[in-house]
Nanobody, 127 residues
Framework: VQLQASGGGLAQPGGSLRLSCAAS????????IGWFRQAPGKEREGVSL????????VYADDVKGRFTISRDKAKNTVYLQMSSLKPEDTAVYYC?????????????????????WGKGTQVTVSS
């Protein structure tokens, strides 16, 4: 299984970025896929996830209303549209795949259910 993330970079506060994660090398029909982030000196935290089957989504409280997760099931690709970016969004963002068919209803604890991780992509929000 490979998770190829792209789209990180530098954005100004209030700006936008879109992350993509293309998943390959597996044949699971239903799964949960999403994003974590890790800032320097901090623990990795869940950002958002989406169900491949019904498109239901979950967001961490501090990104609700600013970030939007979506997926293209035919391409096995998940996107994270990040808007109204803040300096505290600066982190390495990791794509994550959980092959459990039922996705969790909260980001809390999802870390322990993740089966595959992608390499991180740096997001820096600075003026």
């Amino acid at each position: 299984v490979q998770l190829q993330a792209s789209g990180g970079g530098l954005a100004q506060p209030g700006g936008s970025l879109r992350l993509s994660c293309a998943a390959s090398g597996f044949i699971f029909d239903d799964y949960c896929i999403g994003w974590f982030r890790q800032a320097p000196g901090k623990e990795r935290e869940g950002v958002s996830l989406i169900s491949s089957s019904d498109g239901s989504t979950v967001y961490a409280d501090d990104v609700k209303g600013r970030f939007t997760i979506s997926r293209d099931k035919a391409k096995n690709t998940v996107y994270l549209q990040m808007s109204s970016l803040k300096p505290e969004d600066t982190a390495v963002y990791y794509c994550a795949l959980d092959i459990e068919r039922l996705c969790p209803k909260t980001m809390t604890g999802w870390y322990y259910a993740v089966d595959y991780w992608g390499k991180g992509t740096q997001v820096t929000v600075s003026s």
